[in-house]
């Protein structure tokens, strides 16, 4: 693949993802054997009439300079320079494999647009450009002058050219093949299925994983080879994880992610995670890569499962998540049978990457029939971390979701995690998938999971109760999102009470309608249904959720949303102000 990007003069200078995307081109995981970047330097951004307002560097271009690549300036009024200039960079590229630039110094004859007057703005600079010849008059010149043509056979290529455009007619000649690619073809399958069947289907793929297998799995991710010596903590998690793998202890969402990925590329499946920490995990949790504390080497547990496995990369980023985002954006639609996996450092830090989202990530399936698997794991939750850690702002994304665009989660167990994973991969089809992941409950001691739980379980788009009550005593039923289900299942049972239900919401997108309204009408006394979320009421889930379950609550039943009270800013600054907070919140819950 020939990577080949066109910019334009004002955005290469002033667009922050240029210079991210720069940083890429040379790191691990992200370097594509170099890029040709084509600068069509016509000077038509639309703020600046005046050159001095353009930017501060000298050339457009400089911004590659960051990165050492070469840069070529040519007039694009010279065909034949332009074409010497393309097959020397062209050269370079292929010779050197790294980014090359080439400056195409012109201008726009009509302004920014066919209906735009650019001399209102810029008079002097379009008086000029009006009284110039074209490019076209300006070679044929040169091709009369020198013999090459005539002027009677200039006039009739010119009108045999417009006349094939009038008719909507090829104007030149194809020279390359259409290529038969694997991936294509797969897309194509999945699109078909897709417009056949929907995505909405009630025959879910079975994602549960027998224990024997799990156990051999845990046993091969458990051997290192002589002389790997971990690090203290991070050998007793390796030991950690071989007594879950066995079943002696309890797992973590750290060991069902790993055995999700595990279990993956035995069965052909590549996975690729990258991010800032998505080695270690940022909260310590993951470990995908071991560093020999003898000699600073690094050993890669999930890469020496089977000799016939699928290829397992993990990645640390650089800090960007706009460009590294939608890297693995695109990744994501040439990989259709890859679980390609973006995870943010904290949750909070995703809205650097809105344009990737919005434009791309939400909308492509339906602006453009392109599909994308992605998954994209956010950190989020409140846990007196302030504003800038607490929220992934995931009324944000399902502000985005419509159209049966994508998948939106929040999993409050291993369990769920592990089915989530696999999931993604083994339905029919391929949806991004937004998965607000946790942050204390990666070690919380009541949330973890059973070998059970994998070899017979699947995603469960709605938790019902799980603690044993007479359901026609329930007077109240609380439906919950997130990490508050544990502090709202402690609070009950502290206070005794016995007439209240708690649920747990674990996919907000698509919208679980049946299941729900299956599990709300076991309750047939209810008198109140309380939705609750750690988020303000602005925020979060509530706003989303609304809707929905104004149609499925019973009429008889109230509805109630308890939530923190609405805020400019996702979480307090103060940890006893969100302690108070959340004593208010859950107190709220059983009033």
């Given at each position: 693949v ?6 334009g003069d004002?955005?290469f200078?002033g667009?922050?993802?240029?210079m ?10 992200y370097s594509c ?10 000077q038509?951004?639309?703020t ?7 930017r501060?560097a000298?050339?457009c ?8 690549a070469?840069?070529f ?8 320079a332009?074409?010497?200039v393309?097959?020397t960079?062209l050269?370079?590229?292929?010779t ?11 201008y726009r ?9 650019p001399?209102?703005t810029?008079p002097?600079?379009y008086k000029l ?7 076209a008059?300006?070679?044929?010149d ?6 090459v043509?005539?002027?009677?056979e200039?006039?009739?290529?010119t009108?045999e ?6 008719l ?6 194809p020279?390359?093949?259409?290529l038969?690619?694997?991936y ?12 056949k069947f ?12 027998d ?10 991710m458990?051997e290192?080879?002589?002389g ?9 998690i ?5 007594k879950m793998?066995s079943?002696?202890?309890?797992m973590?969402w750290?060991?069902?992610?790993t055995m ?39 050993y890669v547990?999930l890469a ?5 496995q699928?290829r397992?990369t993990v990645?640390?980023?650089i ?12 990744y ?11 995870e943010?450092?904290f949750g909070d830090?995703v ?7 919005d ?6 399936e339906?602006?453009w ?7 994209m794991?956010?950190?989020h939750?409140?846990?007196?971390q302030?504003?800038?850690h607490?929220s992934?702002r995931?009324e944000r ?5 419509a159209?049966?665009n ?18 993604q991969?083994l ?12 942050k ?6 009541q949330?973890?999971?059973?070998l059970?739980d ?8 709605v938790?019902p109760?799980i ?14 999102v ?13 206070k005794g009470i ?28 209810a008198?109140?249904?309380?939705f609750?979320?750690d988020?303000p009421?602005?925020q979060g889930?509530a706003?989303?959720v609304?809707?929905?379950?104004e ?11 308890a ?7 996702p979480?307090?600054?103060y940890?006893?102000y969100?302690?108070e907070?959340?004593n ?8």
């Amino acid at each position: 693949v020939l990577p080949v990007l066109i910019h334009g003069d004002a955005s290469f200078a002033g667009q922050g993802v240029v210079m991210e995307t720069m940083q890429l081109s040379k790191v691990r995981g992200y370097s594509c054997g170099g890029t040709v970047h084509i600068v069509i330097n016509n000077q038509i951004g639309f703020t600046t009439s005046n050159p001095l307002d353009v930017r501060s560097a000298t050339y457009c271009t400089d911004a590659a300079k960051i990165i050492q690549a070469p840069i070529f300036h040519v007039n694009g009024d010279d065909p034949e320079a332009v074409r010497f200039v393309t097959q020397t960079a062209l050269a370079y590229r292929q010779t050197f494999n790294k980014d090359v630039v080439i400056d195409l110094v012109c201008y726009r004859r009509l302004g920014h647009n066919e209906a735009d007057e650019p001399s209102a703005t810029q008079p002097m600079m379009y008086k000029l450009i009006k009284a110039h010849k074209t490019p076209a008059e300006i070679y044929a010149d040169k091709l009369i002058a020198e013999g090459v043509i005539t002027a009677e056979e200039y006039k009739a290529y010119t009108k045999e050219y417009r006349e094939l455009l009038e008719l909507g007619k090829p104007v030149g000649f194809p020279v390359t093949d259409t290529l038969n690619m694997a991936y294509v073809d797969e897309w194509n399958r999945i699109l078909e299925h897709q417009a056949k069947f929907g995505t909405d289907q009630d025959e879910k793929p079975n994602t549960a994983v027998d224990v024997a297998r799990i156990k051999d799995l845990t046993e091969k991710m458990h051997e290192l080879p002589e002389g790997v010596t971990l690090h203290p903590r991070v050998q007793r998690i390796h030991d950690n994880r071989y007594k879950m793998g066995s079943g002696a202890l309890e797992m973590d969402w750290g060991f069902a992610e790993t055995m999700a990925y595990a279990t993956l590329l035995e069965e052909g499946y590549p996975v690729r995670i990258s991010g800032q920490d998505s080695g270690r995990g940022t909260f310590f949790h993951r470990h995908a890569v071991y560093h020999n504390q003898n000699d600073g080497s690094s050993y890669v547990p999930l890469a020496h499962i089977a000799d016939d496995q699928a290829r397992f990369t993990v990645i640390d980023s650089i800090l960007s998540e706009e460009a590294v985002l939608g890297f693995e954006y695109g990744y994501s639609t040439a990989e259709p049978n890859s679980l390609v996996i973006w995870e943010a450092q904290f949750g909070d830090f995703v809205n650097g990457a809105q344009v990737v989202i919005d434009q791309f990530i939400a909308s492509s399936e339906t602006k453009w029939r392109r599909l994308s698997g992605l998954v994209m794991l956010l950190p989020h939750g409140y846990e007196g971390q302030g504003p800038e850690h607490s929220s992934a702002r995931p009324e944000r994304f399902l502000q985005l979701c419509a159209e049966n665009n994508m998948s939106f989660v929040v999993p409050t167990t291993p369990a769920q995690a592990f089915h989530m994973f696999r999931r993604q991969m083994l339905q029919d089809y391929r949806k991004p998938l937004v998965c607000m992941s946790p942050k204390s409950l990666l070690r919380h001691r009541q949330a973890v999971s059973t070998l059970e739980d994998l070899s017979e379980g699947q995603f469960m788009p709605v938790i019902p109760e799980i603690e044993e009550i007479n359901n026609r005593q329930v007077e109240k039923v609380v439906i919950s999102v997130g990490k508050i289900y544990y502090d709202l299942v402690n609070a009950r049972a502290e206070k005794g009470i016995e007439n209240t239900a708690i649920i747990r919401l674990e996919e907000i997108y698509p919208f679980p309608t049946k299941v729900l309204s299956e599990i709300l009408a076991d309750y047939p006394k209810a008198k109140e249904i309380v939705f609750c979320q750690d988020e303000p009421a602005n925020q979060g889930y509530a706003v989303f959720v609304r809707e929905y379950l104004e149609e499925i609550v019973d009429k008889s039943s109230v509805l109630r949303f308890a939530t923190r009270p609405k805020a400019a800013a996702p979480a307090v600054g103060y940890n006893s102000y969100h302690i108070e907070q959340q004593n208010a919140l859950i107190e709220d819950v059983f009033a």
